[in-house]
């Protein structure tokens, strides 16, 4: 388990014990302290099978288990618990308190009902800072694309990625810079680079795109036809 007591608010090599002596802390656990958490307090499942879960959610409680780390944990905690957690776009850890233990994870997959969209079962996977990790990062776009400058229009078809890699070295988001994007152009997951993480999602998946807008094509057209008219007339 890590140690939450942190000496600084940014990355440190040691932080004090509870009997305040110096202890070495890992960088996943200087990642832990400075990265967002949520607390989620929930109960373990005395029962399972498909008769106990349909109980649960028919109570308004949510399914979940617990891997990674040893034999799986099965759990339970209610919908209004988790609401914060599913529908935020940060990174965030999930402390999960079971009894007097509390175990340090991620969100790994949530089961929705295809009709009513209730969420019907939650996957954690336990934080190991030894093996890699699979998680979604916001994309964050930075720079001043001239193609933008010259009317076109930017188009962000995807705000999160998905990214493979230790703990330690999972950022808060993954910059895209467009400094360079000219109307016409754009970026795909295999035009991305990192040499810590390893890109998951399709290779051919765009990112970001500079899109000619109504005006620009507008513009570009009655050029043309000028052009064209000044041939003719010469």
């Known amino acids: 388990m890590f140690c939450k007591n942190k000496k600084n608010s940014n990355f440190a090599s040691d932080c004090q014990t509870c009997d305040g002596a110096p202890k070495f802390r890992s960088l996943v656990a200087q990642k832990i302290d400075i990265m967002k958490h949520f607390a989620l307090n929930v109960e373990l499942r005395e029962e399972l099978g498909k008769k106990a879960t349909k109980k649960l959610r028919n109570e308004g409680k949510i399914p979940c288990v617990l891997y990674g780390s040893g034999e799986n944990i099965h759990f339970f905690t209610n ?12 990174v965030m850890f ?34 190991n800072e030894e093996k890699p990790v699979k998680i979604q990062i916001p994309v964050k776009v930075t720079g001043n694309s001239p193609g933008v400058r010259a009317g076109g229009k930017l188009l962000q078809k995807m705000r999160f990625i998905t990214v493979e890699g230790l703990m330690a070295d999972i950022p808060d988001y993954f910059e895209v810079n467009i ?40 513009t570009t057209e009655e050029n043309v036809e000028k052009a064209t008219e000044n041939e003719e007339e010469k």
């Open 79 to 90: 919908v209004n618990s988790v609401r914060k957690l599913i529908y935020t776009p940060e």
């Open 94 to 127: 999930v402390d999960i308190k079971i009894g007097d233990s509390v175990h340090y994870a991620i969100l790994k997959q949530i089961q929705f009902h295809p009709v009513s969209d209730k969420i019907l079962h939650i996957d954690f996977k336990e934080i």
């Open 179 to 218: 400094d360079n994007l000219q109307i016409g152009d754009s970026i795909r997951i295999e035009n991305l680079e990192s040499d810590k993480l390893k890109f998951k999602d399709n290779k051919s998946s765009l990112v970001i795109a500079i899109v000619v807008t109504r005006d620009v094509a507008a």
